[in-house]
Nanobody, 122 residues
Framework: VQLQASGGGLVQAGGSLRLSCAAS????????MGWFRQAPGKEREFVAA????????YYTDSVKGRFTVSRDNAKNTAYLQMNSLKPEDTAVYYC????????????????WGQGTQVTVSS
């Protein structure tokens, strides 16, 4: 599966963005989807994940209550709705996919998109 992330941009603190991850192929609904981010000088970190049917979601503590992960299997697309953005959310955001069990680690994902930049100004 090939992934294309989009929707990043520059936003003021407190604002919102919605990231999209469009997947190619007919088996998108078979993949768990994850979102990760990497800030300059830092390691890539887990943000959120959603199971193949959307019945299970995981979030890192720092985004709980602010971010929502979702998917539309009919559109082969996963989403990350980000509200109440903070300057510390600034990073390149990546979507990832895997046929395995839902994971919160980068090692749990085989396929990766190219990343989209999110910049939150104070």
């Amino acid at each position: 599966v090939q992934l294309q992330a989009s929707g990043g941009g520059l936003v003021q603190a407190g604002g919102s963005l919605r990231l999209s991850c469009a997947a190619s192929g007919r088996t998108f609904s078979s993949y768990s989807m994850g979102w990760f981010r990497q800030a300059p000088g830092k390691e890539r970190e887990f943000v959120a994940a959603i199971s193949w049917r959307g019945g299970a979601t995981y979030y890192t503590d720092s985004v709980k209550g602010r971010f929502t992960v979702s998917r539309d299997n009919a559109k082969n697309t996963a989403y990350l709705q980000m509200n109440s953005l903070k300057p510390e959310d600034t990073a390149v955001y990546y979507c990832a996919a895997d046929r395995g069990i839902l994971s919160t680690t980068a090692y749990g994902y085989e396929y990766w998109g190219q990343g989209t930049q999110v910049t939150v100004s104070s």
